[in-house]
């Protein structure tokens, strides 16, 4: 697996796409995708966005995290950083951000590299060993 994180509108996909060679056509949406596309793809972007459509009400974020450990570990999965900033007053923001959190925690330990982008520019937090 590999991840890239960052903020928003960071260049994050583009990035991936260049440094990963990957197609337009191998990509999900997080934010539209099925629960299940998620197993089976080769990139996600917007996984935060997967993140609050299936956790927790359908899936855990123990049984994602194992699910895609398992299933597709091969994975490049793209995700907004959303626990920046100020912390929201509602309950379930606050949970959903805990979640991301958690769950992006978790792969990033599996992960062979995390890479975070920002303006554009990736800095490597997790190389890839050789």
């Known amino acids: 697996m590999k991840m890239i994180i960052g903020g928003a509108y960071q260049g994050k996909t583009a990035?991936?796409?260049q440094k990963y060679r990957i197609a337009s056509a191998d990509w999900?949406?997080?934010?539209t995708c099925s629960m299940e596309e998620i197993y089976s793809c080769t990139a996600i972007r917007n996984f935060h966005?997967?993140?609050?459509?299936?956790i927790?009400?359908?899936?855990s974020p123990e049984d994602?995290?194992?699910g895609l450990i398992e299933r597709n570990?091969?994975?490049i999965l793209v995700s907004d950083e959303v626990g920046c900033g100020l912390v929201p007053m509602d309950l379930g923001d606050r949970r959903y951000r805990e979640y991301v959190g958690q769950?992006?925690?978790?792969?990033?330990?599996?992960?062979e590299e995390v890479v975070?982008?920002?303006c554009g520019i990736g800095t490597v937090l997790k190389p890839t060993l050789v």
Not at 56 to 59: E, G, Q, S, V
């Open 15 to 17: 990035y991936a796409e």
């Open 28 to 31: 999900i949406d997080g934010a």
């Open 103 to 111: 769950i992006c925690t978790k792969l990033a330990a599996f992960s």
């Open 49 to 54: 966005s997967y993140i609050r459509r299936y």
């Open 64 to 66: 994602l995290c194992a």
């Open 116 to 118: 975070r982008v920002n």
């Open 56 to 59: 927790p009400d359908r899936l």
């Open 73 to 75: 570990p091969e994975l």
